[in-house]
């Protein structure tokens, strides 16, 4: 028995003697002892527990490793608390969590801590490195089939669920009852009370869906009698063992504790009771069908077709017979194992009768067509919103009459010049709204945008009202109309008052449309046809349209600043810059053309040529892996300065496009179209913008070392709250480093983040899902797994004990200050010290901090400004970056031997002298007058100041880069300019794409692009691109050769 504490000075010597008695109890595997040791209930990980439910929780473990051992590693006492540091040793001989024995020891991490309280624990809340536990045992071979992840904050770690099955299954389903922890079998018993109920519930109404679905197709008398005998049976049986399965033992929560007094049905009679009307049921509706689709007067084939289509529910029956033959085998006293298939078995019903209901709705004709007909008739698949174009294979081609016909009938329209002067208008003719026989309307969106209700009435021309009937939505035609509003009672109709209302007068088709064609406000069509998406998705017109405004607009800023257009060739020479080249062969033999990765080396020659201010609207292409900010050929907006550095090139683009954000009015520039923000500022007239004020927009300045320290990110975005932080002293929290990370000395880097309205629980719950969903890349860190912290003052030491009792000042140094609430977390990563000067454009900690607040966005815990608020463009220049990066595998680099490629590219400057002796030591640790510019943590634009000294730019390539001789002659041209009386310059290119995506709210540059490639790089619509005949390969000298296993 545990002696009573006295309170005396001493009391920590007791304590250490009271654990010491209770660590024996512990090695010893003495379960009665441990009890002895226990308050009842105790608290453990917050959840109030028996003593006998406590130690059941170890009884696997010493199972599983008989030689289970407790070292005692760090003892500390803080008043009533006691905080325990472990290392635990074993060896693997009995199964383990679906582990076979390996025989092999295994070592883990163990911190606990206890609250005393009389004598006793009351409280307890443990952290294990289960992880570790895990992966030792896979790491010898063990097998299995589960998963543990790691999550701290409060709860318990070692948290474990499977990722194959649902809670049932990680709370002991398939298992032997033996094996499985008194906790664990109480959470199992919940569930299968909880999911009886949500079984017999789903089944009961897909039954009755079927049902109604038949009274739809057979409504003969007796059917219905049948059908509403048989909707009795199932609701009765569904009432029936709702009840049975709540009301099944006396007290109810016996069903979950069944060691407590109190009684409880047979339970394997109630799934038989279950499954007999279940299985009855199924084959009567089954059957219903039968009788009436043999009386139907169709060819037996066309039976056949039918009967299978209706009897596709029979894999339910199968499936619902299998379960009650395993439910025959049920065992009360081994429940988690016998039930396993019979669990298993019951998903079917739910998932394949919803399917057997569809299937049956389709419609007879469709079904028992010959398959030379449905051939014939082959139709592209409504693979969006159930709209599609019918593309007959088999139709006819259309012969001299038919084409002259229709060239009469949609040609000889006789547009005029000047619509509008006689009532004349042109436009796509929406979807026919009929009032009544004689009186229609319709909306026509004409070339403007504007759109025009008409008003069909036969009392004043029934021809015109009858063409006006027969056309078909989305047609575009050529209307004639009185210019008088129609009467007011009738404009009444209109949903939108602001729309003008007219009369018909005559209407003429000017092509048609697919009769099959449908066009809703949610509709979504695929790119395969994406004329349909330019023409009926108005948010992407609406982008297209302020890319056009937006781009007028930079031009003129330009102009302004006396910059020149100046277009340079699209056919260029192969030259080492960064990327991969696209080749455009030549009927010369052996000699091709590149494609302009840019024209960085054109305007480099235009300012030794003599010009100034250099801008182009350059069309761009590299041979890169499509990304949703990425497209194989992209507009930038190219820009060169001479007789000017880097400070003159940020201020010229700063005033440029502030000048041009200037015409955004926040009030009256955006709307929201389709659940979608988009500017529509180039709707907007000069003269009658709104004179509310702009959005007064800034640039910030930070070099590259600054924001890897700051934000974990060459690319910050500045709308995320709370900076990365490094630990400056690791030594009290070493216990929790070595947690976290195996690395010696670690530069260990944390944040925190406000949540909006959530609970520590909520908070534990969307972290566990976000770690699960976690990509490889940062959950597979070789460092150490990121750890996440949640704030809960319920807990002891508010959540943080694993940091131990000077965690507040890890939690003032991430929070800068700020005050941690209920919810909040704090996210934890190690890494290695740098040596020398970071060269990669990100750390794990900043990739995790934005996938990180993209998902709390998403789950609004948190929020982001909303285009056209004060900071929902957030500007960064980033400036100072390493001249030279290790090249990585499979990077084409500029093909030089040194191992190192060049950050930007090799025609950038160094940016002081400093660093242009530091490459004859040491070229990593050079710094170059390179600057990005960022917007919302993308790039939109890179620039720097170039070298214009030819000697400086050859001992950059040739002993530097280590570039070839042939490869540094490929620049000669360059060099001659250089050499030339090149005056100093800088320059910079504006990705137009990639702004043009941020300033309209979407995430991929194919929103703002009409005819953007896929992330294959290909044009689905055009089918580009396409294959090369021999024929056309012969001129170039070209062939093509087969791949080895091809």
């Known amino acids: 028995m545990a002696t009573e504490l006295p309170s005396q000075p001493n009391r920590n010597e ?42 059941a929780q170890f009884e696997p473990l010493i199972a599983a490793f008989p030689d289970w051992q407790w070292d005692l590693k760090h003892f500390t006492i803080d008043g009533d608390y006691l905080s325990l540091h472990f290392r635990i040793t074993g060896t693997h001989k009995g199964r383990f969590r679906g582990y076979e024995p390996t025989g ?37 071979g063990g ?88 909707a009795a049976v199932v609701i009765g049986w569904w009432i029936s063992i709702c009840a049975v399965s709540i009301f099944q033992c006396d007290p109810i929560k016996r069903a979950w504790l069944p060691w407590i007094d109190g009684t409880c049905i047979n339970l394997k009679a109630s799934f038989i009771g279950n499954a007999i009307p279940n299985i009855a049921t199924d084959v009567a509706i089954l059957c219903m069908p039968v009788r009436q689709i043999l009386k139907l007067q169709v060819s037996l084939a066309q039976k056949l077709s039918l009967l299978v289509i209706f009897l596709l529910g029979s894999f339910v029956l199968f499936a619902s017979i299998y379960r009650f033959t395993t439910i025959m085998q049920f065992d009360p006293t081994d429940t ?17 009768l919803p399917l057997a209901r569809c299937r049956a709705s389709l419609r007879p004709g469709t079904c028992t067509k010959s398959l030379a007909l449905l051939r014939a008739r082959q139709c592209a698949p409504r693979s969006f919103s159930q709209s599609s174009v019918c593309a007959s294979k088999a139709a006819a081609r259309p012969g001299r009459d038919d084409i002259l016909n229709a060239w009469d009938k949609y040609s000889n329209a006789d547009i005029p010049f000047d619509l509008g002067d006689k009532g004349q208008r042109v436009g796509f003719i929406g979807k026919r709204r009929n009032i009544s026989k004689n009186l229609s309307f319709a909306d026509l969106t004409t070339p403007s945008g504007e759109i025009i209700q008409i008003c069909s009435d036969a009392a004043n021309d029934p021809d015109t009202h009858s063409l006006f009937r027969q056309i078909p939505a989305n047609s575009p035609v050529l209307v004639s109309v009185q210019n008088e509003a129609a009467d007011p009672s009738r404009e009444a109709l209109n949903e939108t008052s602001a729309k003008t209302t007219v009369y018909l007068k005559d209407i003429r088709a000017l092509n048609s449309v697919p009769q099959n064609l449908i066009v809703t406000p949610e509709v979504q069509f695929p790119q395969t046809k994406r004329h349909f998406q330019l023409r009926f998705h108005p948010e992407l017109q609406a982008r297209l349209k302020f890319r056009s405004w937006l781009k007028s607009e930079l031009t003129r800023g330009l102009q302004k600043k006396g910059f020149t257009d100046i277009e340079t060739p699209t056919l260029f020479k192969s030259t080492p810059e960064g990327a991969r080249e696209f080749l455009v062969p030549t009927r010369q033999r052996g000699m091709a053309y590149a494609l302009n990765q840019s024209p960085q080396q054109y305007k480099q020659i235009l300012m030794a040529g003599g010009v100034s201010r250099y801008m182009q609207w350059a069309r761009c292409f590299r041979d890169e892996d499509s990304r949703a900010d990425r497209q194989p050929e992209f507009t930038q907006l190219d820009m060169e300065w001479s007789f000017a550095d880097a400070s003159r090139v940020r201020q010229d683009v700063n005033d440029v496009v502030l000048a041009a954000l200037e015409s955004l009015r926040p ?67 070493r216990q929790f480093v070595s947690m976290i990370t195996h690395l010696e000395d670690p530069l260990i880097e944390a944040f925190t983040f406000p949540l909006d309205g959530c609970s520590p629980q909520e908070a534990r719950e969307f972290v566990m899902k976000f770690m699960d969903e976690l990509p490889a890349s940062l959950a597979d860190n070789p460092d ?91 500007f960064v220049w980033v400036t100072d970056f390493p001249m030279f990066k290790p090249t990585e595998e499979g990077e084409p680099g500029q093909e030089g031997a040194a191992g190192i490629a060049a950050s930007h590219h090799p025609f950038t400057a160094p940016l002081s002298k400093a660093d242009l002796e530091m490459l004859f030591t040491d070229p990593l640790e050079a710094k170059s007058a390179a600057y990005d ?46 050499r030339s009386g090149c005056p100093p310059h800088a320059g910079f290119a504006l990705g137009f794409d990639r702004l043009v995506a941020l300033l309209t709210d979407t995430s991929t540059v194919r929103d703002v692009m009409a005819f953007p490639k896929t992330m294959k790089g290909e044009d689905p619509f055009v089918k580009s691109p396409s294959k090369l005949t021999n024929e056309q390969l012969e001129p170039y000298g070209l062939q093509l050769r087969t791949r080895e296993g091809q």
Request: glycine share 8%.
């Open 667 to 733: 009030a009256h520039s955006y709307q929201d179209i389709r659940g979608e923000r988009v500017p529509v500022l180039s709707e907007i007239p000069d003269g009658d913008r709104p004179a509310d004020e702009p959005v007064a927009h800034s640039f910030t300045t930070l070099k590259f070392q600054d924001c890897i320290s700051s934000y974990g990110s060459d690319k910050p975005d500045l709308r995320i709250p709370n900076k990365v932080h490094a630990l400056p002293d690791l030594e009290p929290y």
């Open 933 to 978: 510019l960022v917007l919302n943590g993308v790039e939109v634009g890179g620039g720097s100041e170039r070298i214009h000294i030819a000697a400086v730019q050859e001992f950059i390539m040739r002993d530097i880069l280590k570039m070839t001789d042939k490869r540094i002659g490929d620049f000669a041209h360059l060099f001659e300019a250089l």
């Open 104 to 140: 092999r020891k295994i070592e883990i991490t163990e911190f606990t801590l206890y609250h005393v309280v009389d004598g006793k624990f009351a409280e307890v809340w443990d952290l294990m490195d289960f992880d570790s536990l895990i992966e030792q045992i896979k790491k010898h």
């Open 14 to 55: 007791e304590y250490r003697a009271l654990y010491g008695k209770y660590l024996e109890h512990c090695n010893a595997h003495n379960f009665e002892g441990m009890r002895s040791f226990y308050n009842n209930p105790l608290n453990v990980d917050g959840k109030p527990l028996a003593p006998d439910a406590v130690t």
């Open 143 to 230: 097998g299995g089939a589960t998963r543990s992840h790691q999550f701290t904050g409060g709860q318990k770690q070692g948290t474990r669920y499977n990722d194959d099955g649902g809670p049932v299954i990680h709370y002991g389903l398939g298992t032997h009852a033996k094996v499985v922890s008194t906790e664990d079998q109480i959470v199992f018993f919940k569930l299968l009370l909880a999911f009886e109920t949500i079984y017999v519930t789903a089944v009961m109404l897909v039954k009755l869906a079927l049902l109604q679905m038949y009274l739809r197709i057979f409504p003969s008398r007796r059917f219905r009698q049948i059908s509403a005998i048989i």
């Open 784 to 874: 150490g797994k990121p750890q996440v912290l949640v704030c809960d003052t319920s807990k002891p030491l508010s959540g943080f004990s694993s940091l131990g009792f000077e965690f507040q000042n890890v939690l003032d140094l991430v929070s800068e200050g700020k005050e941690i609430n209920d919810g909040d977390l704090v996210v934890f990563q190690a890494r290695e010290k740098p040596k020398g000067q970071y060269c990669s454009g990100s750390t794990k900690i900043g990739d995790l901090r934005i996938a990180l607040w993209k998902a709390l966005v998403e789950a609004e815990y948190m929020t982001k400004p909303r285009l056209g608020d004060p900071e929902s463009l957030q």
């Open 336 to 352: 988690t194992w016998t039930l396993a298939t019979a669990c298993t078995c019951s998903s079917f019903p739910a998932m394949v």
